[in-house]
Nanobody, 124 residues
Framework: QVQLVESGGGLVQAGGSLRLTCATS????????RAWFRQAPGKEREFVAA????????SYPDSVKGRFTISKDNAKNTVYLQMNSLKPEDTAVYYC?????????????????WGQGTQVTVSA
């Protein structure tokens, strides 16, 4: 019943920008945290950003801090990831995820709901 659908991926040159969108739905689901993860070929899924659905607090790893911004629209049940100053190493499939709890979560295994991903490719 819970669904997450990502969009906005594509091909961009290094230094460019993209905005990813994750639309969520589910009549009996209300997550405390929403997040973005990414996975490059041959690598494990890594944390990109998370946001508290109610309070708006955010968390980022050092690899994207200052370049990526997660935001939300509660009324639309939608999460965004604004990616600026993109680098080739940002190339990956980006996934949105949702989880409950009262402390921010940055580990993929802690998220119960996932989208199918959207490809982001950054050329040098």
């Amino acid at each position: 019943q819970v669904q997450l659908v990502e969009s906005g991926g594509g091909l961009v040159q290094a230094g460019g920008s993209l905005r990813l969108t994750c639309a969520t739905s589910g009549r009996y689901f209300s997550a405390t945290f929403r997040a973005w993860f990414r996975q490059a070929p041959g690598k494990e899924r890594e944390f990109v950003a998370a946001i508290n659905w109610s309070g708006g607090g955010t968390s980022y790893p050092d690899s994207v801090k200052g370049r990526f911004t997660i935001s939300k629209d509660n009324a639309k049940n939608t999460v965004y990831l604004q990616m600026n100053s993109l680098k080739p190493e940002d190339t990956a499939v980006y996934y949105c995820a949702a989880a409950g709890g009262f402390t921010i979560r940055t580990v993929a295994s802690e998220y119960a709901y996932w989208g199918q991903g959207t490809q982001v490719t950054v050329s040098a």
